[in-house]
């Protein structure tokens, strides 16, 4: 009986452990009332942002045009993997600018 509670314990924890790695490889971002939140987020490289439109039409478009979403509307999301450290500024083209005006936000990238 001691041994069975024992792998149990075990398999509980190597289940969490997994669980909490997993989870730092993304990172999420709320769509709402022409805002993102959090307006910054900070990931590792490797990881995937995931960006999530709770109201109206958005995009998530990268400053450099590198990247870009389809118009989003409620209940749809967006992800983009990020694979090298660094700064990328994004914005909604309908309601953003390039350069951090209005609707926009950055993923900071570490190593």
């Given amino acids: 009986m001691r041994i069975k509670q024992t792998i149990i314990v075990a398999v509980v924890a190597a289940l969490l ?33 995931i960006w999530e439109n709770k109201e109206g039409s958005h995009t998530v478009t990268a400053d450099d045009g590198s990247w870009t979403s389809p118009t989003l ?24 600018a390039k350069g951090g005006h209005n609707m926009a936000g950055v993923v900071n990238v570490t190593r």
Wanted: hydrophobic letters at 30%; one cysteine or more; aromatic letters at 12%.
């Fill in 73 to 96: 509307t409620a209940g749809q999301t967006y992800s983009h993997k990020f694979d090298k450290p660094g700064k990328y500024p994004f914005y909604c083209t309908f309601h953003g």
């Fill in 17 to 49: 452990c997994a669980a909490a790695a997993l989870s730092q490889d993304k990172g999420k971002v709320t769509i709402t009332n022409n805002k993102f939140e959090p307006k910054t987020i900070t990931v590792k490289a490797g990881s995937e942002v």
